[in-house]
């Protein structure tokens, strides 16, 4: 079993800055994918970005690609979404996910995740 844990969301002006962290336990964090997705009211949960195991490889939906970057430190079971140029419509609670499977490419659909967090909520005001 992975504990996934979100921290970072808030409250940000558009055109600000967040950065988004993912803690997940376990001693094989180094060798699994990692991936964020967001949930706005009323709409379904959405594709962000993921990174594989080895962080060599990352993906964007398209409305964040050159604005938003995904990493991962295996040092520190940590995984980061940098979010820079906010707007309005990346309101939504953002969640981190973690495969079952390990030494896995870039994921970008709700069921190939095992693990998630409870969420973060992130807020961009106009």
């Known amino acids: 079993q992975v504990q996934v844990a979100e921290s970072g969301g808030g409250l940000v002006q558009a055109g600000g800055s967040l950065r988004l962290s993912c803690a997940a336990s376990g001693r094989t964090f180094s060798a699994r994918a990692m991936g964020w997705f967001r949930q706005a009211p009323g709409k379904e949960r959405e594709f962000v970005s993921s990174?594989?195991?080895?962080?060599?490889?990352?993906s964007y939906t398209d409305p964040v690609k050159g604005r938003f970057t995904i990493s991962k430190d295996n040092a520190k079971n940590t995984a980061y979404l940098q979010m820079n140029s906010l707007m309005p419509r990346d309101t939504a609670v953002y969640y981190c996910a973690v495969p079952g499977v390990l030494w896995g490419s870039v994921l970008s659909k709700v069921h190939e995740y095992d693990y998630w967090g409870q969420g973060t909520q992130v807020t961009v005001s106009s």
């Open positions: 990174i594989d195991w080895s962080g060599s490889t990352t």
